[in-house]
């Protein structure tokens, strides 16, 4: 079965590094989404992708982050300048449409901590 | 705004039927979702709902009420691997999905 999937799994980064989680999604998706989790919060949506631009974005997603598919495969979520907050679980998701009736399949996500 | 509510915790026992609400005030409406969330793992679709009324698939159905507000996600013959966090989701408009915290359900034999 087809699936998103995410590396690293574990990142560590020091307050202030710059960091990119990278994301394959499911092929013949068109749509591609970032979330993130807190610890024991709930998922919060950051960003979502189409046709090559940003279709819409929270206010999490400030001007530290930045998303890029780079190649005909991968989806990059950039944090500029870690903070100890943004330690999170991040997540990749995909789906075939605009999300209105098609599920977004999620990657397993990837553990940013900032120390 | 936007608000989505769903109980914080919720216990049952093996075998048992168990319902989660989900209550929601969002300022646009495109459908409902529910997904499975086990502690560490990414979260799995379970079900969606856009009309009103129950929709069944297998053990879970799911239900939503429009005009109230209001979903809910019911759990039949409950098994251990049932325990996880269920996830309330709704899209306004657009492409994002605005999750409720979740409701941690434990399962016990």
């Known amino acids: 079965e087809p699936e998103v999937t995410q590396t690293p799994s574990h990142q560590v980064t020091q307050m202030g590094q710059e960091v990119i989680l990278r994301c394959v999604p499911i092929?013949?998706?068109?749509?591609f989404y970032w979330y993130r989790q807190i610890l024991g919060q709930k998922v919060e949506f950051l960003v979502s992708f189409y046709n090559n631009e940003i279709s819409e974005k929270s206010e999490i997603f400030d001007d530290q982050f930045s998303v890029e598919r780079p190649d005909g495969s991968n989806f990059t979520l950039k944090i500029r300048s870690t903070k100890l907050e943004d330690s999170a679980m991040y997540f990749c998701?995909?789906?075939?449409?605009?999300?209105?009736?098609?599920?977004?399949?999620f990657g397993q996500g990837t553990r940013l901590t900032v120390v | 705004g936007q608000n989505i509510d769903q109980p914080t915790e919720m216990t049952a026992t093996e075998g048992a039927i168990v319902q989660i609400n989900c209550t929601y005030q969002t300022s646009g409406f495109n459908g409902l979702f529910w997904y499975q969330q086990h502690a560490g793992e990414a979260p799995t679709f379970l079900s969606y709902n856009v009309l009103d009324g129950l929709e069944e698939k297998g053990r879970f159905s799911s239900f939503l009420s429009r005009s109230k507000g209001y979903s809910y996600l019911l759990l039949k013959e409950l098994q251990m691997k049932d325990s996880a966090s269920y996830l309330c989701?709704?899209?306004?408009?657009?492409?994002?999905?605005?999750f409720g915290k979740g409701t941690t359900l434990s399962v016990s034999s």
């Open positions: 092929s013949n998706h068109l749509y």
């Open positions: 998701a995909s789906s075939e449409g605009a999300g209105y009736s098609t599920e977004a399949f």
């Open positions: 989701a709704v899209h306004q408009a657009g492409t994002a999905l605005i």
